[in-house]
């Protein structure tokens, strides 16, 4: 069985291939565990470090290019995983690009899996940047999502055609609103969001690290390995787990930027933690503050989504998972 | 200055138009009263009672097709009415057809409004399809949109464009989520709410008419006189007035099906309502009764939306507005 994976290359697309191919098969449609034979990983960029394995294939091209995207789900295809998209800050500034990619692209992925010959399963990767404006302290499962950027409009999009191909029995799909994914490996990237995973990773490289809000800003966090595993929870539950509601918040690990200092303090000592340097940014305080602060996540926890223990498990979880080794 | 409407052979567009036309200026970005030059209907189909007013031009063309709609809206275009729909039994239908014209429709009117050389504000129609799955007895202002149709998903889509495209500052647009319309004039249509209308229009026209649904049913209703009245309304609203929520539930006459016989036989007497005939139809019920009952509206109220008194209003309304005159 084929396995598509778009966004494949990067960061969770990668992880989330190594993880399938550890487990060797996913729950179909019928109940049953089916060996995966392929995992496509399509994405726009070739990326680095992509597992090497005889059953991973790479293949680049544009996720709205209609003949790409349909002689990429074969009817052999098993299960797709529609990772790819423009994050938040190139949405935001490159209009076009964020609805051809985020709106059009999904589209087309879901058209192509309505043309096969039955049903498959999908999950479809969306974001709490579903949330924003007059937002509660803690945000219910039933809140209304109100996007304040493109790219929360093109994700809250994307879950209604999600829904409304699953309704229709085209395609058997399911969206995710990820938390905030902390630690990232690799450097920091533009999205305001980098610093929570900056100021753990560069002091545990022993390179300084700014926090640019103020230490009672909440996150809602989720280690990129309980996020791959979420992913694959979300494709292997029966779709009557899902019901008419195919949008679900995850529940988040819901901690201040003191708490994460405080975590790297106790898991790697108060030398890592003075190179964090505490130096307040208005503009990403402000993006932050507009932010969910704490995601229930009821409903998904009743589905058996987990959550992580602690700032203290999740630093382990990436020096484990992640932190380049000493040579 | 031009005003486009598309949808505009339609019922509400005619009425739109003759609305404007009577006032003679709408209010534009700059606050002041602008005079009305030209109303372009724009339509999928020819219509027939098209106002006769030498103002009113009719175009004939596909929503969808971005020349047509740039050669529409055209620089010296002032306001935009977007009401141009697949209705939800046809979107329901034919699922190419109502992506193609209520998502595609919908993103190509807003690019043409995109490219004109300064912001123009836009009013959207969407719909209680809004919702659906489980509902309050009351919609609040702020409860989600779970659509459970894809014309209802369509809408939602719109609303988040319109939201995004007003963000960025491109086009000045606002969407109101439509009641049930009631009375409509001329012959019972496919939507499953017909009969609303019918149970009400027929008798007065000494004709029978069946009421498929329970009497105690609740509608959420808006005569078409208020719904006009609205969209012009929430067209010459300043933006400050909108703020970031361009998402507006409208108020409705809350009532039962049996209070719109009811208000037929205080206007009409006994020998009218005696014309209804009392015959559930489990499909139509099914689908009415998945429907909200009563919309809160608190929000339109507030910023000088307003709503039928009674069904009695709403009756004469029709009466004084669009019943055939006795020859």
Excluded at 8 to 36: F, P
Excluded at 72 to 92: C, K, N, Q, R, Y
């Amino acid at each position: 069985m084929r396995v598509v994976i778009t966004g494949g290359t990067g960061m969770l697309g990668k992880k989330l291939a190594a993880e399938i191919l550890k487990r060797g098969s996913l729950t179909l449609r019928d109940g049953k565990a089916h060996a995966v034979t392929k995992i496509v990983l399509f994405d726009a960029y070739e990326g680095f470090d992509v597992p090497k394995d005889p059953r991973i294939e790479v293949r680049i091209g544009e996720v709205d290019h209609k003949p790409t995207i349909a002689s990429l789900i074969t009817p052999d295809t098993g299960a797709v995983f529609h990772l790819a998209g423009v994050v938040s800050a190139g949405a935001e500034r490159d209009f076009d690009l964020g609805y051809r990619v985020n709106l059009d692209g999904t589209r087309v992925v879901l058209e192509a899996c309505r043309a096969l010959p039955q049903p498959i399963k999908l999950v479809f990767a969306s974001s709490l940047a579903a949330y924003g404006g007059d937002l509660p302290d803690v945000i219910p499962d039933d809140f209304r999502p109100t996007p304040q950027t493109s790219y929360g409009a093109q994700k809250v999009m994307g879950e209604l055609l999600v829904a409304d191909y699953a309704r229709k029995g085209f395609v058997d799909a399911r969206a995710l609103r990820l938390p905030t994914i902390v630690v990232r490996p690799g450097k920091p990237n533009l999205a305001a969001s980098t610093f929570a995973s900056s100021i753990v990773r560069e002091p545990l490289a022993g390179l300084p690290a700014v926090c640019p809000v103020d230490p009672g800003s909440w996150m809602p966090l989720l280690s990129p390995r309980r996020c791959v595993n979420a992913f694959i929870h979300a494709h292997d539950l029966p779709d009557t787990a899902w019901g008419w509601n195919r949008a679900l918040l995850l529940p988040s690990l819901d901690v201040t930027v003191k708490d994460i200092g405080d975590g790297l303090k106790r898991v790697a000592g108060q030398k890592a933690y003075d190179l964090i340097e505490w130096k307040i940014d208005p503009m990403i305080q402000k993006i932050v503050a507009g932010w969910p602060r704490r995601m229930g996540g009821k409903r998904a926890l009743s589905m058996g989504f987990t959550v992580d223990a602690s700032v203290d498990e999740l630093i382990r979880n990436y020096i484990e998972d992640d932190m380049p080794k000493a040579r």
